[in-house]
């Protein structure tokens, strides 16, 4: 993408420089008197949000940098409008209405960027309640009487929309998009937040002696500084996929900030809840109030992990499952998500090949269902069938359950495939069965009778013995042409190669595995155990390792077909404790390679298989 235009870092130098001159003016005092470091803090916060602004790469942000953007720019004048007071006149007292709604419209547009709801109700609303503001802050300064208290009240209501708005779009949302939904709603709450605490804080030293500038100093101050978060959280929405701030831990750790500002500003409401008492005894008992709140809002923390990633809890409680068996993850899945959607009706169906999917019971086909999984490109994967009217919704609480039933939809796809394996070596034996039948064999048996018979005008002993064991010999190869017609590939396999059986195979994991195999052709045998060696391989991997990525390469050289499969999940297989690595073990070792499994570098399991061949 494209550097962002300068724009914003100008904008920032001009607001410097404005600041500068007109504060080494000989202007009269403004009416407002407030602390020596308040206009610079303001300053700063506002050239800082403007630097964010100009660092921020064009394209994929659509109108959330713009918003950010003026949001420093109306933070950076704010001081010197103050400054100018006596000169701008009205401006000066109605400046504050333009970075306070910019503080409530940029999440509101965060939060739409991040949905893609082009539904602009919440934007609208805003900016109604902002011209209103204007209006009523003019009736106020023309001295209507009774105007105050409507202009108070519509302000500090509007302040409800954007956290409403926010908050919205986080229900029903998951993965990295629900992360990104918080991060507008605490860029909603924490600048409203911080600025009430702060105004708490200013009538306490008001009431300590400080004086009343004290209140407008801090109120000053507080809205610096909720503008200045309120910017850079904004922009944390617009991160690029799997960047650092979007993180679990970060997004929590935000929330916490939201509720630890909550808890400081219930204990200075406290304090001043208490005039009657002294004013050190009135701090005390604020400061007692929030120690008090301190211990339960640190027991939520385990509530805001769910709230972040509601899947966390599926995760538990699939690990107080244990380790399950070979073939029952998809049932495991199953009973964890009746319990915790309370639908013990729901049941599960995974897409195995377009237009079949395999259910708990059975095979089915074009099966409609609520899409809990899908592909990349939007291809439905896996759909739970509720079976109360309830029960989509409460499985969309639960947030991305992609890590969760990856591992499912392979186990069904590595079952659908054995099933076609075998139904088709099945197949083939029974053609192969009635086509010797109809030929060799019948043939075989027709030259043993036709020697049976001739043996019998034979005299000579030795002649006739020779014959019977002809005889005999022809009927036991006619038994071992029986035995023949199993072992084949699956239909894919056979068909197509290694590239293409594979790429299917794994559709279903496909933002999580990728492939880099030749495709050049090689024995049946040797292709054969390819297959199921990667097919077991990745598996075990999306199973037991959880990984975030799982690479699978096939290459040919030195006479042989080496089969690498490397994941960076938890590491520690073994093929001596499972079936199926001890399974392909023992193939691989049939066919005269050798199959290790070993630690991957820096975590995860590498499982390399080298194959002979004569291709």
């Keep these: 993408m494209k550097p962002s235009r300068p724009v914003w870092a100008v904008a920032a130098g001009a607001f410097v420089a404005a600041y500068v001159t007109v504060s080494l003016m000989p202007l009269p005092a403004a009416e407002l008197r407030l602390g020596p470091g308040v206009g610079p803090a303001m300053l700063a916060a506002g050239v800082a949000v403007l630097l964010v602004a100009a660092s921020r790469p064009r394209g994929a942000t659509r109108g959330v940098v713009p918003g950010v953007g003026l949001l420093g720019a109306t933070t950076a004048a704010y001081p010197t409008v103050l400054m100018l007071g006596l000169v701008v006149g009205l401006l000066a007292d109605g400046w504050h209405i333009f970075p306070l709604t910019l503080v409530q419209l940029v999440p509101v547009l965060a939060r739409t960027r991040v949905v893609g709801n082009r539904d602009r109700r919440w934007e609208t609303a805003i900016l109604l309640l902002a011209v209103v503001g204007i209006g009523m802050v003019g009736l106020v300064l023309a001295g209507v009487p009774g105007a105050e208290v409507p202009s108070g009240v519509l302000w500090f209501g509007s302040f409800l929309l954007a956290p409403i708005a926010t908050w919205r779009a986080v229900v029903g949302s998951g993965g990295e998009t629900r992360r990104r939904a918080i991060l507008a709603a605490v860029a909603a709450m924490i600048p409203v937040a911080i600025i009430v605490w702060c105004t708490a804080l200013g009538f306490l030293a008001a009431g300590v002696g400080a004086g009343e500038d004290a209140s407008l100093t801090a109120l000053f101050l507080g809205f610096a500084v909720g503008a200045l978060l309120c910017g850079l959280i904004a922009t944390a929405t617009t991160a690029p996929a799997g960047s650092p701030i979007l993180r679990t831990r970060v997004v929590v750790l935000a929330l916490h900030g939201v509720l630890g500002t909550l808890v400081l500003i219930v204990g200075s409401v406290a304090a001043l809840l208490m005039p009657a008492i002294a004013a050190g005894w009135a701090l005390l008992a604020g400061a007692a109030v929030a120690g008090l709140l301190t211990w339960p809002w640190l027991r939520l923390h385990g509530w805001l992990a769910r709230v972040v990633d509601p899947s966390a809890e599926l995760r538990h409680e699939l690990s107080l499952v244990g380790d399950v068996g070979e073939g ?66 409460r499985l969309d609480s639960l947030g991305d359950l992609a890590a969760i039933l990856r591992p499912a939809a392979q186990e069904a796809a590595l079952e659908y495939a054995s099933g076609r394996a075998a139904a088709a070596a099945e197949d083939e034996r029974r053609r192969i069965a009635q086509d010797l039948h109809d030929g060799l064999q019948g043939r075989l048996l027709g030259l043993a009778l036709n020697l049976q018979l001739s043996g019998r005008g034979v005299d000579d002993p030795a002649t006739r013995l020779l014959l019977e064991e002809t005889v005999g010999t022809l009927r036991s190869a006619v038994e071992e042409v029986r035995a023949l017609g199993g072992g084949r590939q699956p239909e894919l396999l056979a068909r197509e190669g290694l590239a293409v059986a594979l790429g299917s195979l794994f559709r279903a994991a496909r933002p999580v595995v990728s492939l880099d195999v030749t495709a050049a052709r090689f024995p049946p045998e040797v292709e054969t155990t390819a297959y199921y060696v990667a097919g077991e391989a990745v598996a075990n991997a999306l199973k037991h390792g959880s990984p975030s990525r799982v690479d699978v390469r096939v290459e040919f050289a030195a006479g042989a077909l080496t089969v690498t499969v490397t994941d960076d999940g938890r590491g520690g297989a073994d093929p001596r404790l499972g079936s199926g ?15 290790v499994v070993r630690d991957g570098v820096p975590t995860g399991t590498a499982v390399e298989a080298v194959v002979p061949c004569g291709s």
């Design 328 to 393: 029952q993850h998809r049932r495991s899945v199953l009973v964890v998500l009746r319990r915790l959607v309370e639908d013990p009706d729901l049941t599960l169906a995974f897409r195995v090949a377009p237009g079949t999917w395999i259910g708990m019971e059975g095979t089915m086909r074009d099966l409609p269902g609520h899409v809990v999984l899908a592909t990349t490109d939007g291809e439905p994967t896996v759909v739970a069938l509720p079976g109360a009217p309830e029960g989509a919704a």
């Design 581 to 595: 690595l001890r399974g392909l073990a023992e193939r691989v070792a049939a066919g005269g390679g050798v199959l």
